[in-house]
Every structure is written in structure tokens, then in C-alpha cells.
């Protein structure tokens, strides 16, 4: 807040009938500030040059047990210390292969991007999100994996692929995608004698909650929703509904019939009182997995990682449910999230980044494990018959829910991600707040709002209703 | 002609006879131009185009500027700076001058303790303080709301409300920076001569009267010198902002400094940022001028 020369020049503020220092002092404390917020752009211009790398090939006369290297990898949370633990076992393969893992996920974006754009300062493997692998590919700052990694092409879901791509060069590997079901406590759902097999649709799961909310004498809440960060519920009902945000072309596509009835599902759960309005990723919500007053998470498969890691003492109590329809015999799943590991193009050591990649991403034990101990699912699909997915798991009452997970996820439609797509993203989650704060319009007048609000931000074209409508 | 010519060499000259104190002034320069001068023009230069610091720089003419005045989001967050700094600002004024004059007097013991105490806020970490206010504000588990459930109010949905948000963040700065202001204007209470209380009570002046007409009136530049460093504090407020509601819930309680964040380094359009900051310092200089203009006119 109050600048750093203001606090030092505390003690000279016994000369104050000098009227010059105050002109002085402002006047620096302007330019400093200006200086220090600008400082690093200007020094992305200095070093910034392009890079335009040759495709990744390898040297088949270099064995494993020959490859030397030393890779820094950037992860955050539970991913990055899923990598960790498989350093061991991909040391066996590669011994001569040094692995360090930096754990540090804080604005690990922008922190990659500064580093792309000077040209310095990359890791040699970071973890992406899925939805911004458009973003960073287009940079041209990634390895293009094409040559080493064209083989994998059948083996992930066409729709996760397609963001890895960029005019046709492969700049990212699938890791762990999101497919969604509902996350309840089995306790709450006993006690309340709630049967979650009679949940279908979203108004069954709506007509739950309010059984809950009664019963526990307005104790115990449906699900965790925050007026003010919607735009993930709505991201799971808009891709669950084949909605788009973007069409093809990347024209702003929101304005559709799908998103209609996504805003209706929310509206009614808003009126309905069931959520409890804690923020996603809040000690609130973290503490909320261990009490009773939230009793569902309709979210992706990874967030059972983050209870196992926050509530581990909540082991056996949890049960999973497959995702509501929009009406009944609809599709039960969609999509939250996932991620992807790339290169940066800086990196020096990219045969040593690549048998990382190809050990922890493209093999059967490296994604079993990580299944197993922090809940990715995986988006390697070659182990999706494995047995491995049938067994029970203790930590949900011995329920199978990695078949649950991993069933109809090939119908899951895909959702058109753009470079600023995250952009966009924090445009709804501001039009969602408002309109919740402004006592929830006609949806189809937000919608158009949102849609006028997304072209003039995002300087992109409406896309014309009748396409729409037949998407 | 020649003249000229002799002048500038003799300029030269000079230059080169004293060149050892040149150099040793120059460590100075040199760094201001790479790290100050060069951010400060470059910026300005990128004010007229679109970089995302990976592509191609391209020039954008005045869009930048004009795509500004069309950004409700911009004047949401010049609107919501504003608002933030009427909450706080005269709270932490007044709770700053009481706590000096407290601090001032005689018979208060523990003097020292009570102003660490007091400066303790401004010294702790952020992120810790954030952490004890996100425990503090939780609507449905937190010590504030659970207190005022006990005493049969509803509770206050702090920092998930886009009406709440902004007087969250207000009380936060309060806390924080209440102490701060009371260390200044102790300073200049101290600095205050005995003899002028004395005189004035001497000739029959009440405690009212010595306030209104010599505490007052002598603390005057302190007073201008804190809200010249509360207004720049306001305006470029950017760690509490970010790390108790991140802007939200929507647009509420987003500020100047977290949208221009946001627009650099989430977004990273650094030519529309540039446009913003430039925009915004050219009112934060203009505003700086007047009050100190008014102060100027106060002295003579």
C-alpha cells in the first residue's frame, strides 16, 4: 500500500516546515512505483527475441541407461508431488537422469510466461493446465514434440488432443483429465435418508437438497456455491450440455439455447437455498470437508486427491455419484479441468524432458500409480480396461469409483478452448456475480449481456444464432 | 559560429578534465536510465501498441486509449479505489490522531510497548494477516460471524457478497494501517514546542481551545503528508486487495492496482496496462499538485 520510501522517510518528517521534501518525496515515489511495475517489461524487450526450434527428434543410438540430464519440472499441489514420486521408478529406468520436481505452484503461469517471453528461466518439463495449452502453443516457445509424439495421437481423447495441437504440431501431452460426478458424505446422506441412486437430474438433485436442508434444519447444505465463483458449475453444465463459450472459428458463441438451460439449473439451485456460500479453494471449503454442513461436490474426479490430502481422516465416509442429467437418460458426466506437461523451447536437455514425459504421461505403471495415490484420472485411454479400475477404493467405502469415473467420458463433447480463453472465463464468473447480486434476470438477457460484454473485451465476432442452435 | 564551436569545446573539455567524478557518479545514472528511465519511456511507447511480450509488437495508435474509455471494468475499479479509500481513509485519520495524542501524554505507561503495538500490523507479513482475516470473515465458520450468531445477529457474508466486500477490505486497511499514520503524526505532535500549551494556557485557553488553534493548525502538514501517502497508497493498493478477495466477488472490490495485475500479468496485455497506468499516474500527479498547491498557499 503505502510505498516503501514512505515508511523509510518516517523519521525525517520532523523537518516538515521545509515545504520541498513532500514535492520530492511524491514525485519519487511516483516514479519508483512506476519504475518497479514496468521494470520487467522492459526487460522482456531487452532479451525477448523469437525462437522458432527444430521438432524434437531423438538419437536412437542412446540407450536409457546412456540418456544423462538434469530437469527442473513445475507442478502444483498434489500433481507436482505425484511427479516426485514416480522420480524413483523412472530413475530405474534412467538412472543417469536427475529429476527435481518445484513444488512452488504460485502463479506458476505467469511466472512461465515472463520466463517464455525473456527466453531465460523456463523449467525443462512444466504442468499446464489443459485449457491454456492454446494459449502457450501459439507462443511458438514450445518444443514441437511432433515427430516423438505423433504415435500417442489415438491414444487420448480426441477433444483433449485437439488442445495440444496447433496447426498441426503437437506442443503438450495429455495428463490427467476431469471428468465429473458427485462427491457425498455417506453419513450425512444416512442420516437424512437421502438414496443417492434416486438422484438422475439436476432437479432430483435440486428436490435432494432441499429434503437435506429441511431435515437438518437448514444445518446441512446441497453443495458449496459462491455467488461470486459460479463460472466452475457452469463450465461442468455448459460442456455437460454441449454448450460453447467459442464456436469453431472462435466467434463468441454463448448466447445459445444450452446455456439457457445451465443458467436455469443454477438459478433454481440459488433459489432453492441449498448451497452454502463458501469460496472454492477457502479454508472455509477445505474445513467444509470435514463438518457437516456441505454435504455434495459436483466436481471432477481430481478434487477426491484434495480431500484425501485436506480430511484424510474422513477415509470411508465418502461415496461418489454419477453426475445429473439435464433430463432423464441424458449424459451423466462432463468435463473440469485436467492438465498437460510441455518443453519450453529454451529447454537444453530435451531428450532428458522427453523420457519424463513419455515415462510418467505414456506408460501404463507411471499413470496407474498416479491414479492410485492422488486420484488423476488418467487421459492415457490404452489403461481404461485395465482391472485396476474395478477395484474398490477404501477411501470411498469400497466403491468402485474409478469405473464410475472413467464411464461414457468418450461422450463427453468437446469445449472449444481460444488464447483467451481464462480471459473470458473471469468475464463470467464477473457477469455471474453481478447477476446473482442483482436479484437473477431473465437468463436469456444475461446471455446477451454476457455475449456483447465478451465480443467488446475479447475484440471477437458473435457467432450467427442459427449456428448455434445447430451445434 | 566559432564561438559556439569554442563552447562546446571547452564543454567537452570540462567534461574530460573532471571525467573521475563523472565515473563516480555514474553508477547512479546508469542503473536509473536501464531500470528506471527506460521502463518509464518504453512503457509510454507501449501505451500506443498491443504486446503480449511473446508475439510481435504491433502499433495500436490511440485504441488502447479509446478501447479505455469503453472498459466498465476500468471505471468499475476507479469506482471501487475510490470507495475503498472513503471507508478507511478517515476511520484511520482519526483513529491515528487519538491514538498519537494518547501516546503524547504524560501519564501513559507502557508507553513503548503500546507504539510497537500499534506498528506491529504494519510490519507483519501479508499473507499471514490475510490468512487471520479469510478466518476471521468466513461467513458460515468464521470467529466474527460465529460471535455475532451468539449474540443473535445474522450473519455478515463478508468477503462472498459484492455488497460486503469492499468494507471487508476497509477494515483490513484500518487495522493495518492505523499505526502507521499514528507514528507520523506522534512524530509531529513531538515536534510541537511545550511553550505554545504553555503560553496559551497562561492566557486561560481550554483543552478545545488548544486544540483548535495550536495542535491542529501546527499538525497541518502531517496531515497533508499522510493523505498525499494515503492517496498514492489507495490508488496502486494491490497485496490486501489480491490476497483477501482476489477482486471479487465479480468486479466488487476489484481496485486500480489488481485490474492493472490482471491486465499485465494474467492477461498479459502490456500495452493496454501501460495505457492504464499512464492514464491513472497523469491524475494521481495532477491531484498530488493540488493538494500540495493548496498547502502551498496554506504557508504563505
Redesign the interface.
Known amino acids: 500500500?503505502?510505498?516503501a520510501a514512505?515508511?523509510d522517510d518516517?523519521?525525517r518528517?520532523?523537518t516538515?516546515?521545509k515545504?520541498g521534501i513532500?514535492?520530492r518525496m511524491?514525485k519519487r515515489?511516483?516514479?519508483g512505483?512506476?519504475?518497479a511495475?514496468?521494470?520487467l517489461?522492459?526487460a522482456?524487450?531487452f532479451i525477448?527475441g523469437s525462437f522458432a526450434g527444430e521438432p524434437l527428434t531423438l538419437d536412437p543410438s542412446i540407450s536409457p541407461t546412456d540418456l544423462t540430464g538434469n530437469i527442473q519440472v513445475w507442478g502444483w499441489n498434489i500433481a507436482a508431488a505425484s511427479l516426485e514420486k514416480l522420480v524413483p521408478p523412472f530413475n530405474d529406468i534412467y538412472p543417469r537422469v536427475i529429476v527435481h520436481v518445484n513444488m512452488t505452484g504460485a502463479?506458476l503461469?505467469?511466472r512461465f510466461?515472463?520466463s517464455?517471453?525473456a527466453g531465460v528461466g523456463a523449467p525443462d518439463v512444466s504442468q499446464l493446465q489443459l485449457a491454456e495449452a492454446a494459449r502457450y502453443s501459439?507462443?511458438r516457445?514450445l518444443t514441437d514434440l511432433t515427430p516423438v509424439a505423433r504415435k500417442y495421437e489415438k491414444d487420448f481423447p480426441a477433444s483433449f488432443w485437439k488442445n495440444c495441437v496447433f496447426e498441426g504440431r503437437i506442443h503438450a501431452i495429455p495428463w490427467d483429465m476431469g471428468p465429473c460426478a458427485v462427491f457425498y458424505k455417506r453419513d450425512l446422506f444416512r442420516r437424512y435418508q437421502i438414496d443417492p441412486a434416486s438422484i438422475e437430474t439436476w432437479d432430483d438433485y435440486i428436490g435432494a437438497g432441499r429434503l437435506l436442508l429441511e431435515r437438518s434444519g437448514g444445518q446441512t447444505k446441497m453443495l458449496q456455491l459462491?455467488?461470486?465463483?459460479m463460472e466452475g458449475l457452469f463450465e461442468i453444465l455448459l460442456q455437460q450440455n454441449a454448450g460453447q463459450m467459442f464456436d469453431d472459428e472462435g466467434r463468441i458463441a454463448i448466447n445459445s439455447p444450452q446455456a439457457v438451460r445451465v443458467m436455469s439449473v443454477i438459478q433454481r439451485i440459488l433459489e432453492a437455498g441449498i448451497n452454502?456460500?463458501?469460496?472454492p479453494y477457502?479454508?472455509?471449503s477445505y474445513?467444509?470437508m470435514k463438518?457437516d454442513?456441505v454435504a455434495t461436490y459436483p466436481t471432477a474426479a481430481w478434487f477426491g486427491g484434495t480431500i484425501k490430502d485436506y480430511a484424510p481422516e474422513t477415509k470411508g465416509d465418502w461415496g461418489v455419484f454419477r453426475l445429473p442429467a439435464m433430463e432423464r437418460g441424458g449424459l451423466r458426466t462432463s468435463n473440469l479441468g485436467g492438465s498437460v506437461l510441455v518443453i519450453p523451447d529454451q529447454c537444453s536437455q530435451k531428450a532428458a524432458a522427453w523420457a519424463f514425459i513419455d515415462y510418467t504421461l505414456c506408460t501404463r505403471e507411471a499413470q496407474i500409480e498416479q491414479y492410485r495415490n492422488f486420484d488423476l484420472f488418467p487421459a492415457f485411454l490404452p489403461i481404461h480396461g485395465d482391472p485396476f479400475f474395478d477395484e474398490p477404493d477404501p477411501f470411498y467405502g469400497g466403491q468402485k469409483v474409478r469405473r464410475l469415473f472413467s464411464q461414457d467420458i468418450e461422450r463427453i463433447p468437446p469445449l472449444n478452448r481460444t488464447k483467451?480463453w481464462?480471459?473470458a472465463l473471469?468475464y463470467l464468473?464477473?457477469?455471474?456475480?453481478?447477476w446473482a447480486?442483482n436479484g437473477m434476470g431473465p437468463p436469456e438477457e444475461f446471455l446477451a449481456q454476457l455475449e456483447d460484454?465478451l465480443s467488446?473485451?475479447l475484440g471477437r465476432d458473435i457467432a450467427p444464432q442459427a449456428h448455434l442452435e445447430g451445434s | 559560429m566559432s564561438s559556439v564551436a569554442a563552447r562546446r569545446n571547452s564543454l567537452r573539455s570540462r567534461i574530460w578534465r573532471h571525467r573521475h567524478f563523472y565515473l563516480f557518479i555514474s553508477p547512479f545514472f546508469v542503473l536509473f536510465g536501464i531500470f528506471g528511465l527506460y521502463p518509464l519511456l518504453f512503457s509510454f511507447y507501449l501505451s500506443f501498441a498491443r504486446w503480449d511480450g511473446l508475439t510481435e509488437l504491433t502499433w495500436a495508435g490511440l485504441g488502447n486509449f479509446a478501447a479505455l474509455v469503453h472498459d466498465e471494468v476500468f471505471f468499475t475499479s476507479l469506482w471501487n479505489t475510490f470507495a475503498i479509500g472513503v471507508l478507511y481513509v478517515p476511520p484511520m485519520f482519526i483513529g491515528a490522531f487519538v491514538f498519537a495524542i494518547i501516546l503524547n501524554t504524560t501519564w501513559l505507561k507502557f508507553r513503548a510497548f503500546f507504539r510497537a503495538a500499534f506498528f506491529m500490523p504494519v510490519v507483519t507479513p501479508m499473507v499471514v494477516v490475510a490468512i487471520v482475516f479469510i478466518l476471521l470473515y468466513g461467513q458460515e465458520a468464521g470467529l466474527i460471524n460465529y460471535l455475532a450468531a451468539r449474540m443473535g445477529f445474522q450473519p455478515i457474508p463478508w468477503l462472498v457478497s459484492e455488497q460486503w466486500s469492499k468494507p471487508a477490505i476497509a477494515l483490513l486497511l484500518v487495522w493495518r494501517w492505523t499505526g502507521y499514520n499514528m507514528v507520523l503524526m506522534l512524530a509531529g505532535l513531538q515536534g510541537i514546542s511545550n511553550e505554545y500549551y504553555e503560553a496559551a494556557r497562561i492566557e486561560g485557553a481550554g483543552a478545545f481551545q488548544r486544540m483548535w488553534h495550536i495542535t491542529l493548525p501546527l499538525m497541518r502538514p502531517i496531515f497533508i503528508f499522510c493523505s498525499i501517502m494515503s492517496l498514492i497508497g489507495t490508488v496502486y493498493m494491490f497485496d490486501e486487495v489480491f490476497v483477501l478477495t482476489q477482486g471479487g466477488p465479480g468486479t466488487s472490490s476489484t481496485n486500480f492496482g489488481l485490474y492493472l495485475f490482471n491486465v499485465s500479468f494474467v492477461d498479459f496485455k502490456f500495452g493496454y496496462a501501460s495505457c492504464m497506468a499512464y492514464t491513472v499516474a497523469f491524475f494521481v500527479f495532477i491531484t498530488s499538485l493540488f493538494i500540495l498547491r493548496l498547502r502551498r498557499s496554506e504557508l504563505t
Not at chain 1, 459462491?226 to 465463483?229: A, E, F, H, K, L
Not at chain 1, 464468473?429 to 453481478?434: G, I
Open positions: 500500500m503505502l510505498s514512505g515508511r518516517g523519521a518528517l520532523q516538515r516546515g515545504a513532500i514535492t511524491t515515489t511516483i516514479a512505483q512506476r519504475a511495475a514496468l521494470v517489461v522492459s522482456l524487450a525477448g502463479y503461469q505467469s510466461l515472463l517464455l517471453s501459439r507462443t516457445r459462491s455467488t461470486g465463483n452454502a456460500n463458501i469460496t477457502s479454508h472455509a474445513a467444509s463438518s454442513l483467451d481464462f480471459e473471469r464468473t464477473q457477469s455471474l456475480s453481478k447480486t460484454k467488446r473485451r
